[in-house]
């Protein structure tokens, strides 16, 4: 079992920046891998960044490329996204995820967080 809490969510300008935190209670952290989603009202979830166990590899959804940046710390079990140059469209409710594959798709992730708010304002 892994349970997920996420934090570091709020109201932002357009422009500005924010970096969520997950928190994660495994004993075996180190074997998922982990992403970020988002769900903003109406819409389905979508993928925004995904990292592998090792933290070695990255993958991120074409609208946050070059603006987001997932990382891990293993020893810490914690997962971050650290997201700049904020606008309108990445407002949505931000997930983490784990799961055993590198994937874009939610339903390759086992485990799912709370989810934490983001509001950007233009």
């Known amino acids: 079992q892994v349970q997920l809490v996420e934090s570091g969510g709020g109201l932002v300008q357009a422009g500005g920046s924010l970096r969520l935190s997950c928190a994660a209670s495994?004993?075996?952290?180190?074997?998922?891998?982990m992403a970020w989603f988002r769900q903003a009202p109406g819409q389905e979830r979508a993928f925004v960044a995904g990292?592998?166990?090792?933290?070695?590899?990255?993958h991120y959804a074409d609208s946050v490329k070059g603006r987001f940046t997932i990382s891990r710390d293993i020893p810490r079990k914690m997962v971050y996204l650290e997201m700049n140059s904020l606008n309108p469209e990445d407002t949505a409710v931000y997930h983490c995820?784990?799961?055993?594959?590198?994937?874009?798709?939610?339903?390759?992730?086992?485990?799912w967080g709370q989810g934490t708010p983001v509001t950007v304002s233009s």
């Open positions: 995820a784990a799961g055993t594959l590198d994937s874009s798709l939610a339903d390759e992730y086992d485990y």
């Open positions: 495994a004993r075996t952290f180190s074997r998922y891998s």
């Open positions: 990292i592998s166990w090792s933290g070695r590899t990255t």
